[in-house]
DNA sequence: TTGTAAGCGTTATCAA
DNA sequence: TTGATAACGCTTACAA
């Protein structure tokens, strides 16, 4: 007597295992295994066989049975670190995360994705998940100038791509003979340094010296001669890169830093509005403002609205980063627009290729084009 | 011969086994399982000196070969189906599922999250996780009134939480005798009907009718007798939920459906503005909007300031669901604040006693409140 | 209270 | 080209 009806449900079909498929087929598991993974020491036919069999039982690798008999898990991890305050509106991350998986679930490969308050609790979980063998290898997002997460991985040995920039060790000691940086033939060589030599590290990158050099030269062009940028958070090795390439933009054109100049937020609205207002207050404020991400710029037009300031008659505004956002607001916001998702694909490609045991290398994303709108002008 | 010190990082520190720590403390792996799960048949002073030992040993279970031995993989999972194009600007989902995150980190439960383009992808995941033995339960988000999910899960015997509402079955055929319905003691009893009766599916949700019902004491309070919906996507329950509570709201003031309606959207910023532009261009345009998401609100305010009508003087605008884009627009959008964190740690907690074999049961959120700022006032 | 051994579903190593 | 068989790390009867 099986169980009631009520209760059936609790033990449902169960999983075909590669024992079925040899049992059916008539050959052995081990043939069923090699025939499966396209490995030789089978023949064309029984590989048929054994492939037209599996279909007809549904039959995927128990991932479990898979990770422990040494291969891999099948799983890649991403944390993003960040107090759930600045957890607001951020279209960057399911963008980012829908690019990974395009490329991830065309290989079978999982996303383990986790929310953390700190780097404290991001570095536990990486050894965690490594411990666990949860994960084959990571990828690391808003890495920093000083960054305790390569290193910590390179310890654990877990492979991993850090995402949108270069990430240096807590300490300068290098982990071993720095292989060549590679840039990858399709991307443009660029005129800003280089990454920083660093352990090798897969990197995949985004050129913010050059996004913010077109960024400069739009406002430069329209005339503007004051600028500020309100830039995310301090340590972000991106907001380093943009704020090192104001400067080296703005030395190039003669102007000073009382002119020219960044500060830096949390990235979330109520900064960005503070900052504006700050900004504005100075007694000779800027006549162009560029901020770090889209909803900061949303919250600086606000500001400028409730001001009566016009813009861009009297204050240009850029958006780094565009979204629905920029397009909603009045006047539109001049954004810089990039392919998030397909940063996400490059990002995840990189990290494939690492579990392939490909050499760390530098790729280069594609860069940023300036999408002009109306909250830029002459000043 | 180790391997050279260049290579050393591939072979990093070996993971600690059960067997290092049975013969570092001593005794049989089978104690040590013993001692590490709590389960009885060890003595208190070797259960804590093999806990010690493997603590001090970093050890940390196997999870494949936990779920290989018919343990819970520890491991949940989230399909997020969304056109890549409406994965704009979107607080909710980050908050969720940083709810989700807290109590399942306290549990050791990791998150498979992935986002694919439609239900048919949602469901072909499902089926794969299952059989790749993945996960050991799945959060179902954005349930619709015709959803094949809820079934599709009963017959692989996947535990599941519908977040966000009750789903129902493709077809309307009872899967077993639905237990009764659990209101858990701290929620207000519903004026509005209680989910529909349905196969016995575990279910966290928002009373979105006694939401709607306050959303329209507010407006009607103001003398609001001509208000429009904008809704998001047709099919999804809690569109649905909306749209029906509004009409029965709006009976019971004995307005009628040319001054009282609905239409939906797909949550886009695009057809927030356009639908806002068709109902304005209306014989007898409403005095009060309501809108879906904080999105198409500020798309809806945007087109309003577009054409020079003043608001709230000449239109009131409501947004269902809070978020800093409601308060950087001009002027500050009024909005249904939620706790969405806390809604995802209710889901998460929920399917937490569902794999600990709980009877499905239905659980509500907190109810929204209405948060009145600058965008609603007498028409 | 302890230790032994079988089993979970793969992959990998050998002989046949 | 095949088919046994031993890992992998853990849980869990069952025996001592």
Chains 1, 2 share one sequence.
Request: charged share 25%; aromatic share 4%; with cysteine.
């Amino acid at each position: 007597m099986t169980a009631p009806g009520g209760a059936a449900r609790r033990k449902p079909a169960r999983r075909p295992t590669i024992k079925d498929i040899a049992r059916r087929a008539g050959v052995s598991e081990s043939a069923v295994s090699f025939a499966l993974n396209d490995r030789p020491g089978v023949s064309q036919e029984t590989r048929a066989r054994i492939r037209s069999v599996a279909q007809e039982l549904g039959w995927q690798a128990n991932s479990a049975a898979r990770a422990l008999s040494g291969e891999r898990a099948g799983c890649a991890g991403l944390v993003l670190a960040r107090p759930a305050r600045t957890l607001g509106v951020e279209s960057f991350f399911l963008q980012l995360v829908s690019g990974i998986q395009e490329v991830f679930s065309a290989h079978k490969i999982a996303l383990l994705f986790q929310v953390v308050e700190d780097l404290d609790s991001e570095c536990a979980l990486y050894r965690r998940w490594w411990a666990e063998c949860r994960v084959d290898g990571v990828l690391v997002v808003d890495p920093r100038t000083q960054d305790p997460r390569p290193q910590l991985l390179a310890s654990l040995g877990l492979p991993a791509v850090v995402v949108g920039g270069v990430a240096g060790p807590e300490t300068t000691e290098p982990l071993a003979a720095a292989p060549p940086v590679v840039e990858p033939s399709t991307a443009q060589p660029s005129t800003a340094q280089p990454p920083i030599a660093q352990p090798p590290f897969a990197t995949v990158w985004a050129d913010d010296s050059k996004a913010m050099a077109r960024v400069l030269d739009h406002l430069y062009g329209l005339g503007h001669r004051r600028i500020v940028h309100v830039a995310g958070m301090p340590g972000l090795a991106h907001t380093e890169r943009r704020i090192d390439s104001l400067r080296t933009e703005a030395d190039r054109r003669g102007l000073d830093e009382r002119h020219v100049r960044s500060v830096t937020t949390d990235y979330s609205d109520a900064e960005g509005a503070e900052a504006t207002r700050r900004i504005l207050d100075a007694a000779e404020p800027p006549t162009a403002i560029i901020y770090d991400n889209d909803v900061m710029a949303v919250a600086g037009a606000s500001v400028a609205a409730e001001r009566g300031i016009p813009v861009p008659g009297r204050l240009s505004i850029v958006a780094w980063d565009d979204s629905p956002l920029c397009r909603v607001t009045h006047p539109r916001l001049t954004a810089l627009v990039r392919d998030t998702a397909g940063f996400g694909r490059l990002a995840a490609q990189e990290l494939l290729a690492v579990l392939d045991g490909v050499p760390p290398r530098t790729v280069q994303g594609e860069l940023p084009h300036l999408e002009a709108r109306e909250s830029t002008g002459a000043p």
